[in-house]
């Protein structure tokens, strides 16, 4: 099976330079088909593995991100559209695996953190639960079915949303009724949950619960906003699949009632007063007064929350939101000779994120914002070429991670974005915060 057809990028690249320039195009095509020729396995069951790039694991939340730049072009190029399908279902047979899990391995091979105490199996590389790591692979499976009308990806769908529905309705009472724990003996006091691996006390919201950031670090307060933000949008999606694809109401009425539960809590909790005194998202809460005013890099990300299908980018609470984000209100905001963006605790001090860089080009009302963005990312690749998780603000050469698939898709995004290829956007939900 060929993974793209490789006439279709070398047109692609060829628009980009016509429209951006030889450097732009260079840059575009080496981020673009780092995914599909470095990253991607077919398995034998007809799935595709996909690693996130220097690590030899498939994170959900990563695989669907990877492929962002990618579903713009599904009816130019049947082969690309087949590549995307392999990789849903196997996202999809992951979470049927073990649903609290974020990496896994492409078999059984018991690779990666299993000196953690929690329910490992052989086949997880990492056990640490997001909100996203759930929904990342619902709004992938959406997108393809949207974009092409195939469903031959969604044979495993209705159980996983099942499982899903049921996760994120239990861990609305993380205390009372959760399973889930986690301790990391040998890592830093970010790769571990307090009180014997329970996590932060919290209170009983509606919203639900999550034991770690999309940066794969602890939370502070353990009901990460964006995150249910993301759950609520995907929420929606599974009642759509659930109820046009396999006539399925019961499913899809489980999956509405606990959009509207969550829809519901973050209207009530979501929201916090900046030092500016502007009402702005907060990050995370606790549901017993704690809340942490912060953007991070990672997506989902308040700033990011467009992209998602929560609001549009001209809503008011989210321009408040943005505006306090990008400044030094941020604490995980960094202003540097080099570069000025959000970084974030997973990084050494003082490192910005171009995946954060890209999203605040995506997100921006003007041109000129977007390509000030894109001027910084051609300026800070350190001669690579390529990405990288995050380099620091005053000297790009100090970088993390050398090859990070994610960071090359989002450089992707916005060149499309710019070129004006950037085709497929998805809908606002109405807002219920604020």
Not at 17 to 31: N, P, T
Not at 366 to 374: F, I, N
Request: glycine content about 6%; aromatic content about 10%; charged content about 20%.
């Amino acid at each position: 099976m060929d993974l793209f057809s490789p006439s279709h990028a070398d047109r692609l690249t060829a628009r980009i330079a016509e429209q951006l320039g030889d450097e732009v195009a260079a840059i575009f095509r080496r981020c673009y088909l780092d995914t599909l020729e470095k990253t991607i396995e077919l398995l034998p069951d007809g799935s595709a593995f996909v690693v996130t790039g220097d690590i030899p694991a498939m994170w959900l939340r990563d695989s669907a991100t990877q492929l962002t730049p990618y579903l713009h072009f599904l009816a130019d190029d049947p082969a690309l559209a087949d590549t995307a399908v392999a990789v849903s279902r196997r996202q999809l047979a992951f979470v049927r695996l073990d649903p609290y899990a974020n990496a896994f391995n492409a078999s059984a091979s018991g690779a990666g953190h299993h000196g953690d105490l929690t329910e490992m199996s052989p086949w997880v590389w990492e056990r640490k639960y997001e909100v996203d790591s759930l929904a990342y692979p619902i709004q992938l499976a959406h997108d393809l079915w949207t974009l092409t009308g195939r469903t031959d990806h969604l044979a495993d769908f209705p159980e996983a949303a099942r499982l899903i529905v049921q996760l994120w309705r239990t861990e609305q009472h993380h205390e009372e009724q959760s399973p889930y724990r986690f301790q990391r003996f040998d890592g830093a006091p970010t790769d571990t949950l307090s009180r014997d691996g329970r996590g932060a006390p919290v209170a009983v919201t509606g919203l639900t619960w999550s034991a770690f950031r999309p940066s794969d670090d602890v939370c502070s307060f353990p009901y990460n906003i964006p995150a249910n933000m993301f759950a609520h949008v995907e929420l929606g999606h599974i009642a759509e699949i659930a109820r046009e694809v396999f006539d399925d109401d019961e499913l899809a009425a489980s999956a509405l009632a606990l959009r509207d539960d969550l829809g519901a809590a973050l209207a009530e909790h979501a929201t916090a007063a900046a030092p500016s005194g502007d009402e702005v998202w907060a990050y995370e809460v606790d549901g017993r007064g704690g809340a942490l005013l912060a953007d991070d890099g990672n997506t989902p990300s308040l700033l990011s929350l467009p992209l998602h299908g929560w609001c549009a980018i001209d809503d008011p609470l989210y321009l408040r939101t943005r505006a306090f984000i990008l400044s030094a209100d941020n604490p995980y905001y960094c202003i540097g000779s080099a570069a000025s963006g959000v970084g974030s605790p997973h990084t050494p001090p003082d490192t910005v994120w171009p995946i954060a860089l890209a999203v605040q080009g995506l997100t921006a009302r003007d041109d000129a914002e977007r390509r000030a963005v894109l001027d910084t990312l051609l300026r800070t690749h350190a001669g690579t070429g390529v990405m990288h998780e995050s380099f620091h603000k005053d000297d790009p050469t100090i970088f993390t991670r050398p090859w990070f698939s994610w960071a090359n898709a989002m450089f992707c995004e916005l060149v499309l974005d710019i070129a004006g290829l950037r085709t497929h956007r998805r809908t606002p939900v109405e807002a219920v915060a604020g």
